[in-house]
T-cell receptor, first 109, second 114 residues
């Protein structure tokens, strides 16, 4: 079983929709949880960084962590065509990073 | 599923020495491998893209003579930090692509140059 599981999609939504992206994990030692956005031919850009269960909001983005279920989510409200990208979840314990494979999102105008 | 093994996970070296980091795809052939650098709580910075059997493509600002990348086979890419200095201390992370659009990341190497 992989440490981090993420549905690769692709996911296609109309502009203005609420997008829900999810990852599950198996290692209860993970302490830090991150979401990255990656545009084509670019490096992943850090969107959200959290180290506790609960919700963290930043503008249109909300990161949710449920450690009891080993499940994290990223919600995008009022999605825009510029949100079209690959979204990667990542988790960290100690010096080790574990990434999901990324979910490809397309927001259709 | 696709697995990428990166090692060492942690290395401490003296200033002026060279360090080699390996990135190996265990159960698939990686047509393309990527090397990233990450500072604490920062985005991953793409350093270079390597295709098997050809020279790596370096991003602007990355010194190709300092960060040597070799992608000699479809399952192995190496990053050598030459003449390392304390400012090279960082996390280095590789990822590999099977060509289908998904990325598989290594677990990272924490380099400390003293």
């Amino acid at each position: 079983q992989k440490e981090v599981e993420q549905d690769p999609g692709p996911l296609s939504v109309p502009e203005g929709a609420i997008v829900s992206l999810n990852c599950t994990y198996s290692n209860s030692a993970f302490q830090y949880f991150m979401w990255y956005r990656q545009y084509s031919r670019k490096g992943p850009e850090l969107l959200m960084y959290t180290y506790s269960s609960g919700n963290k909001e930043d503008g249109r983005f909300t990161a949710q962590v449920d450690k009891s279920s080993k499940y994290i989510s990223l919600f995008i409200r009022d999605s825009q065509p510029s949100d079209s990208a690959t979204y990667l979840c990542a988790m960290k314990t100690g010096n080790q990073f574990y990434f999901g494979t990324g979910t490809s999102l397309t927001v259709i105008p | 599923g696709a697995v990428v093994s990166q090692h060492p996970s942690r290395v401490i070296c003296k200033s002026g020495t060279s360090v080699k980091i390996e990135c190996r795809s265990l159960d698939f052939q990686a047509t393309t491998m990527f090397w990233y650098r990450q500072f604490p709580k920062q985005s991953l910075m793409l350093m270079a893209t390597s295709n098997e059997g050809s020279k790596a493509t370096y991003e602007q600002g990355v010194e190709k003579d300092k960060f040597l990348i070799n992608h000699a086979s479809l399952t192995l890419s190496t990053l050598t930090v030459t003449s390392a200095h304390p400012e090279d201390s960082s996390f280095y992370i590789c990822s590999a692509s099977q060509g289908s659009g998904g990325y598989t990341f290594g677990s990272g190497t924490r380099l400390t140059v003293v």
